[in-house]
């Protein structure tokens, strides 16, 4: 089992930019999906974007323009670009992978269990 380690989070004013990392215990080459999450206070964990072993990507209306999620299989690392962070932004980030696109937006059956997360907080 691949073990995940968020981090990049921090306390930044609104529209600011962070970019989160997520470090593999292995390659992840052989992944085929690995995806950013994020649960605000109160609410559930929602599905935020994913990319595929060929580098497709999809995000969710809410962070699309926003959010670029990317990977770099060499340093067995994703990364979430975050631009124009807004207060609603505020949340604790998570990565995971998955086996398909589906089951990533889904949030069904992660390969990996999911870990502590990075704090976001976007306030002025």
């Known amino acids: 089992q691949v073990q995940l380690v968020e981090s990049g989070g921090g306390l930044v004013q609104p529209g600011g930019s962070l970019r989160l990392s997520c470090v593999a215990s292995r390659s992840i080459f052989s992944i085929s999906v690995m995806g950013w999450y994020r649960r605000a206070p109160g609410k559930q964990r929602e599905w935020l974007a994913v990319?595929?072993?060929?580098?497709?990507?999809y995000h969710a209306d809410s962070v699309k323009g926003r959010f670029t999620i990317s990977r770099d299989n060499n340093k067995n690392t994703v990364y979430l670009q975050m631009n124009s962070l807004k207060p609603e932004d505020t949340a604790v980030y998570y990565c995971?992978?998955?086996?398909?696109?589906?089951?990533?937006?889904?949030?069904?059956?992660?390969?990996?269990?999911w870990g502590q997360g990075t704090q976001v907080t976007v306030s002025s």
């Open positions: 990319i595929d072993r060929d580098g497709s990507t």
């Open positions: 995971n992978a998955f086996t398909t696109i589906g089951a990533a937006t889904r949030m069904d059956s992660a390969v990996s269990s």
